[in-house]
């Protein structure tokens, strides 16, 4: 069964304050990994999708990075309103129209 | 917009009624997804259209959800005498299609409590 697992649960930034969040994973045959950003209230709005080890993807201040475990979005020097629920969704290579998703990471960024 | 919508966003009733979600996809897209977004936990598979079928509901948590959707567009699920544990976040997403990597695109959710 595909298994993620996100860490931290919830991380309180400094505006300014760089960090990462990890997207760990297990799936029989990895087809893309995606990440996801959810305000309250709100449903996931599509950032990015990995497909292989070493790939990087870059949007704005949040940079992604996938190898064949886990991935890590970095937040780059972070504003408040970057302040979310990042998820993260792996996508088998069978039933590939079955994500599976963490739990996610609730970042808040202060000013 | 041109986003996927969904009614209503919000939905209270009593247990043991039935309710109707409905989800209206991005023009286009013939895939459709249904996810459950419980409290604290990640979002739930639960069952995946390809134009009219579905060829997948091994996620639909017993028989009293059903899905169904007509057209290649507009999608219902339906909860039969709700339960309490019913209680939770019931988001759509469509895709362009699901012969590629196309990412899936989700609606806001209709937020569903059953008192």
């Known amino acids: 069964e595909d298994q993620v697992t996100q860490s931290p649960e919830a991380l309180r930034l400094q505006e300014g304050e760089s960090s990462s969040l990890n997207c760990s994973y297990t799936?029989?045959?990895?087809?893309?990994l995606f990440w996801y950003r959810q305000d309250p209230g709100k449903g996931p709005e599509f950032l990015f999708t990995l497909y292989s080890a070493g790939e990087e993807k870059e949007k704005e201040r949040l940079k992604a990075t996938l190898t064949k475990k886990e991935s890590f979005l970095h937040i780059t020097a972070p504003k408040p309103e970057d302040s979310a629920t990042y998820l993260c969704a792996v996508q088998p290579r069978s039933n590939d129209y079955k994500l599976s998703f963490g739990a996610g990471t609730t970042v808040t960024v202060r000013a | 917009g041109a986003g996927v919508s969904q009614s209503p966003s919000n939905k209270v009733t009593e247990k043991g009624k039935d309710v109707e979600l409905r989800c209206d996809p991005i023009s286009g897209h013939t895939a459709l997804y249904w996810y459950r977004q419980s409290l604290g936990q990640g979002l739930e598979f639960l069952i995946y259209?390809?134009?009219?079928?579905?060829?997948?509901k091994s996620g639909l948590p017993s028989d009293r959800f059903s899905a169904e959707r007509t057209g290649g567009s507009v999608s219902t699920l339906t909860i039969q005498r709700t339960q309490q544990e019913d209680s939770a976040v019931y988001l759509c997403?469509?895709?362009?299609?699901?012969?590629?990597?196309?990412?899936?695109?989700f609606g806001d959710g209709t937020r569903l409590s059953i008192l």
């Open positions: 259209f390809q134009g009219n079928s579905a060829p997948d």
């Open positions: 799936v029989s045959g990895l087809r893309g």
């Open positions: 997403a469509s895709s362009l299609n699901n012969y590629s990597n196309q990412p899936q695109h």
